[in-house]
């Protein structure tokens, strides 16, 4: 079992910056490869980025690639989502998951485990 609490969400302007941060309960973080997805008001969940066990494979969506990234700290169980340049269609609730493979995450079900959500606005 894997508990997952997302932070870091709130409000920005275009352009700016926000870093998301999910940090995982037990002793299993190495065993998971990590995700985010979002959720924008009236759409369907969607894949955001992901990171394999050990940091070796990322996978972003065309939407984000280039502004964002995605990075996992073993030594606190945290995985961050760093958003630069952000623009008002990355308005959603971003939720972070765990999963057996990142191919899993990117191209597959989503996550096994998945937190409570966090709210990110990016206003004009």
């Known amino acids: 079992q894997v508990q997952l609490v997302e932070s870091g969400g709130g409000l920005a302007q275009a352009g700016g910056s926000l870093r998301l941060s999910c940090a995982a309960s037990?002793?299993?973080?190495?065993?998971?490869?990590m995700g985010w997805f979002r959720q924008a008001p009236g759409k369907e969940r969607v894949f955001v980025a992901a990171?394999?066990?050990?940091?070796?494979?990322?996978y972003y969506s065309d939407a984000v690639k280039g502004r964002f990234t995605i990075s996992r700290d073993v030594a606190k169980n945290t995985v961050y989502l760093q958003m630069d340049n952000l623009k008002p269609e990355d308005t959603a609730v971003y939720y972070c998951?765990?999963?057996?493979?990142?191919?899993?995450?990117?191209?597959?079900?989503?996550?096994?485990?998945w937190g409570q959500g966090t709210q990110v606005t990016v206003s004009s």
């Open positions: 998951a765990a999963a057996s493979t990142v191919l899993t995450l990117r191209y597959g079900r989503g996550g096994d485990y």
């Open positions: 037990g002793r299993t973080f190495n065993s998971y490869a």
């Open positions: 990171v394999s066990q050990n940091s070796g494979a990322m």
